[in-house]
């Protein structure tokens, strides 16, 4: 089983940073893709910022420039870098942990808010 555990949201002015942090543990692939994922009301979820086992990062366009993503191996933790945020910003941010092997291994967190206050 694996979980992920997500921390570091929040209520942030416009401009301001925040930094999110998520703790993978359990059965997980050394070879995976991690990343993070937002929903805003009413919006379909969709890819913030994905970072591999390699370190090669791949960010939405909505995002480069602001957010950077980085990972520690050996604590299997992702984190995301939030800076200049903006009131669009605000959703409900996701963890997702991906490997393939025969099939897509995919692993969510619960969330973690991020409202950007204008």
């Known amino acids: 089983q694996v979980q992920l555990v997500e921390s570091g949201g929040g209520l942030v002015q416009a401009g301001g940073s925040l930094r999110l942090s998520c703790a993978a543990s359990g059965k997980i692939f050394s070879r995976n893709n991690m990343g993070w994922y937002r929903q805003a009301p009413g919006k379909q979820r969709e890819l913030v910022a994905l970072?591999?086992?390699?370190?090669?990062?791949n960010y939405a366009d909505s995002v480069k420039g602001r957010f950077t993503i980085s990972k520690d191996n050996a604590k299997n933790t992702v984190y995301l870098q939030m800076n200049s945020l903006e009131p669009k910003d605000t959703a409900v941010y996701y963890c997702?942990?991906?490997?393939?092997?025969?099939?897509?291994?995919?692993?969510w967190g619960q969330g973690t808010t991020v409202t950007v206050s204008s």
């Open positions: 970072i591999t086992s390699v370190g090669s990062t």
């Open positions: 997702n942990v991906q490997w393939r092997i025969a099939t897509l291994h995919e692993f």
